[in-house]
């Protein structure tokens, strides 16, 4: 059964520099779900391509915080 659930290291070092800025904890955890939903959507891709969707879903999601 899928469960679609992101999981989040709080202890990883990445989130613990993030967390100190409430904005950037935010900006953090967008691109967490952008990557999880660009590896399950864009299957066979390669790294260059998945990298280009990164970007342009970090984009569009990141204007829409504010």
């Given at each position: 059964?899928?469960?679609?659930?992101?999981?989040?290291?709080?202890?990883?070092r990445d989130f613990i520099?993030?967390?100190?800025?409430?904005?950037?904890?935010?900006?953090?955890?967008c691109r967490l779900f952008a990557k999880?939903?660009?590896?399950?959507?864009?299957?066979?891709?390669?790294?260059?391509?998945?990298?280009?969707?990164?970007?342009?879903?970090?984009?569009?999601?990141?204007?829409?915080?504010?």
């Amino acid at each position: 059964e899928k469960r679609n659930i992101v999981i989040i290291n709080s202890g990883h070092r990445d989130f613990i520099y993030a967390g100190r800025e409430k904005a950037r904890k935010l900006r953090y955890i967008c691109r967490l779900f952008a990557k999880e939903l660009i590896l399950q959507n864009f299957t066979g891709m390669s790294s260059e391509e998945l990298l280009e969707r990164l970007v342009e879903l970090s984009l569009y999601t990141e204007e829409n915080l504010r």
